[in-house]
């Protein structure tokens, strides 16, 4: 069983950026491919970017290209999502989401990170 | 971008009720389909993958169908914690999407 537990909540200012981690257990995170979602306050879900084994490469929104990041360290079985120049509208729930076997499942998902982008 | 259109965008049903939720795309996504419920303040549970298959430990009331554009999501003899959003998504190609979310609320 796959288990994802994210990092605490965060505040931030308009500008800055933020890094949200997402700790794997069960399998190591080379055995699996991680998703990010996130969901404003209220609003549907919105995909933010996932690893793609086939093709060797994080694959990004393009609402999101340039301004955000995912990484993975594999010593710690941790990945990580970097969202850089904050705005208001970036307030959210940021979720990670995996799955065992099809690379592009959401079976798995991390208890959600608030991020508050607020002045 | 494939679109998610889901129908109804809220419904009221009582205990014991059978609902359906629809789920059409813009374009054919064969079966690459998955339902995910969630209640508030609570990450989405992945119900439904592929269409139809269940998730290991999701009760067999839910149910999956459809294939190419229209989908649906069935949830027999509905329990009061039943109630929640539920998000149909596609996975057949980037950038993966969501619909806009049903939110089945007790009459």
Redesign the interface.
Same mark, same amino acid.
Not at chain 1, 104 to 112: A, S
């Given at each position: 069983q796959v288990q994802l537990v994210q990092s605490g909540a965060e505040v931030k200012k308009p500008g800055a950026s933020v890094k949200v981690s997402c700790k794997v257990s069960g399998y190591t995170l080379t055995e699996l491919s991680m998703?990010w979602?996130r969901q404003p306050p209220g609003k549907?879900?919105?995909?933010m970017g996932?690893f793609d084994p086939e093709h060797g490469e994080t694959?990004y =929104?393009?609402r999101f290209q340039g301004r955000v990041t995912m990484t993975e360290d594999t010593s710690t079985d941790t990945a990580y999502m970097d969202l850089r120049s904050l705005r208001s509208e970036d307030t959210a729930v940021y979720?990670c =989401?995996t799955a065992y076997g099809?690379y592009? *499942?959401?079976?798995?998902? *991390?208890?959600?990170t608030l991020v508050t982008v607020s002045s | 971008d494939i679109q998610m259109t889901q129908s109804p965008s809220s419904l009221s049903a009582s205990v014991g009720d059978r609902v359906t939720i629809t789920c059409r795309a813009s374009q054919a996504i064969s079966n690459y389909l998955a339902w995910f419920q969630q209640k508030p303040g609570k990450a989405p549970k992945s119900l439904i993958y592929a269409a139809s298959s269940l998730q290991s430990g999701v009760p067999s009331k839910f149910s999956g169908s459809g294939s190419g554009t229209d989908f649906t999501l069935t949830i027999s003899s509905l329990q009061p914690e039943d109630f929640a959003t539920y998000y149909c998504q596609q996975y057949n190609g980037y950038p993966y999407t969501f619909g806009q979310g049903t939110k089945l609320e007790i009459k």
């Open positions: 998703h979602v549907g879900l919105e995909w996932s694959i =929104a393009q979720y =989401a099809d592009r *499942g959401f079976d798995y998902w *991390g208890q959600g | -």
